[in-house]
């Protein structure tokens, strides 16, 4: 699940698209919170591509709805997410792309 509505390059969405199920939502203002709830609710992972966000309310929000977050390594991130306890970080799309495949494949998810 891809949401936001930062800078992000269309190519690692594209990329990502192609090795992983996505929902995509880039502007999260448009969607009912009843919208937005049923949309993480129904999703597994949520990947936050966004290098420049300092504090994703989005992330946040999927994560109490069960979602795992995968994240871009940055500051803000890193204070939120513990890799591998409580989410995932990258610092390549390659990385994200088999955080994903991992997560999706494990008996423990």
Do not use: W
Request: with cysteine.
């Amino acid at each position: 699940y891809v949401n936001g509505k930062f800078k992000i390059n269309e190519d690692e969405i594209d990329l990502v698209s192609k090795e992983l199920e996505l929902a995509v939502v880039h502007d999260n203002s448009r969607l009912t919170f009843d919208k937005l709830l049923e949309l993480y609710k129904k999703s597994s992972i949520y990947l936050n591509f966004s290098k420049e966000e300092k504090i994703s309310i989005s992330m946040l929000e999927a994560m109490s709805c069960g979602c795992v977050p995968i994240a871009y390594a940055t500051k803000e991130n890193q204070k939120i997410i513990t890799h591998g306890e409580n989410g995932f970080l990258y610092t390549s799309i390659t990385d994200m792309i088999n955080i994903g495949k991992r997560i999706l494949k494990s008996k423990d998810f």
